[in-house]
């Protein structure tokens, strides 16, 4: 009897503490009208016979008026009788934090006009003692991103629970991957991942005019395809680097990013960039523009599989020039904010150089000047250890070639009379001094009191310096006496596999 009291007594405490996360932007992105909004969703679905049972959509999280056609297209394809649990993935557009945010422990459903949206208490337990997933629940409460998608999930998908995750700040594509493993237990016949972004903001209400007239709406479309094509093309690198070399205003690149990886590692199938347009198109005004995609991926979950890096051994001269276009590509995205990077990764290159650990520097030379030329250098910057894919690298080292201190700062209408060259570094390794060093093969770094500064092997042969000059031109670079190197310097050397643009 005391049991049955106890257990009586706690159900009603449950019952008494849960709690539902109000609409926030309901009369606003959507009406508040049940009736009417569920005849608009009805009529933005656009179910295709021929396709049915998405695991993973991307959609778009603005206005109905706006979006809602697009994200109709992606909602389309999912089985809805099938689904149990969504996975909502968003950004957060009032609050900054880091890592991904669930809702507060007493939040049990999620309200719309349509009535209430319980959420998958379990899977919510599970993730809360995952570390990168401690963001504060107060950013779901004024949070449209996840919400402006449930009235969608309602009509198509009525019994599915959710999991509402919030994604912040992160660093990079470990952490995305990190993130996006954590998931892989949620996974299943009957799960679904929702991805949640809108694409380029244009305008200067949003900080960003990169490009003008003309065909101003043509350019933000070719570069909405360019980056959400990349997420249909399961290209998690492609679409990270994408949006970070060009700046392209994704606000929900970050989850879309721990979508990419969680597709990439544990998915079975293909996506299909279903559309792509822009506001402009329903306002006639580009100069105040938001693009819009919507993406379905095709197939089936699978366990989580990693990939060993690959041992990067000897680059091929066909190989070499891939990279090489990868350094363009990166500074003209990177100048003129296009898609160039994306096209870059749509074509085909060799996975298993690009993703191997190495160090490399990115060299940008006057055409049609002479190696001994005292004008030729226009800028060399590079990233030195092995710690990363040889792509990171690459592209880091030409980002920040753009920036070589020691230069005015690149422009985009340089880049026609540049000759780009890439040098893949070995790691460095100490040698007792100079006489371990060989002029022509060796790249040097010096070291002494704080100073430190290199050469790649080579800049001697080009110059025409033995190894006294070489070390005395590198004592200066390194903020030194020339003659500095001869007492209490150490030394380190590595070689490298030069790659140049053909004249």
Known sequence: MRIAVFATLMVAA????????????????????????????????????????????????????????????????????????????????????????????????????????????????????????????????????????????????????IVPILVGQISGLEDASRMARALTPLLGPSTVVVGSSDFTHHGARYGWTPFGEPNLGRKLLQLGRATAGRLAAIDPEGFWYQVEVSGDTVCGARPLTVLAELLAHAFDGQGDLLDVTTSGVVTGNWDLSVTYAAVAFDGSWKKWEDEAPPALG?????????????????????????????????????????????????????RGKKAADPGRLRACMGVIEARQPLEQAVVQAAVWAAQDPRFPRLEAGEMEGLEVEVSILSPSHPVPGPEAITIGTHGIILSKGGHRALFLPQVATEQGWDLETTLDHLARKAGMAADDWRRGASFEVFTAQVFGEER
């Open 14 to 161: 449950v019952i008494a503490a849960a709690a539902t996360r109000r609409p926030a932007v309901a009369g606003g992105f959507y009406t508040d009208d049940p009736v009417q909004l569920r005849a608009q969703i009805e009529e933005m679905l656009q179910p295709s016979p021929s396709r049915k049972g998405a695991r993973a959509v991307v959609v778009p999280h603005a206005g109905y008026a706006y979006s809602g056609a697009v994200a109709g297209k992606a909602f389309a394809t999912l089985d809805g009788a099938a689904v149990r649990r969504v996975i909502l993935l968003g950004p957060s557009h009032h609050r900054s934090f880091s890592g991904a945010a669930l809702p507060a422990r007493d939040i049990t459903a999620f309200s719309t006009p349509l009535g209430d949206v319980p959420l998958d208490m379990e899977a919510l337990a599970s993730l809360r003692g995952e570390p990168d997933f401690k963001g504060p629940a107060a950013a779901h409460d004024p949070e449209h991103s996840l919400e402006v998608e449930l009235p969608f999930l309602q009509v198509v998908a009525p019994k599915a629970e």
């Open 314 to 366: 000897v680059v091929s001269p066909t190989q070499g020039a891939e990279v090489v276009a990868l350094a363009r590509a990166t500074l003209e995205s990177y100048l003129t904010h296009d898609g160039g990077i994306a096209e870059w990764y749509a074509a085909p290159h060799s996975t298993a150089v690009i993703r191997a650990p190495a160090g490399a520097f990115v060299t940008l030379n006057h």
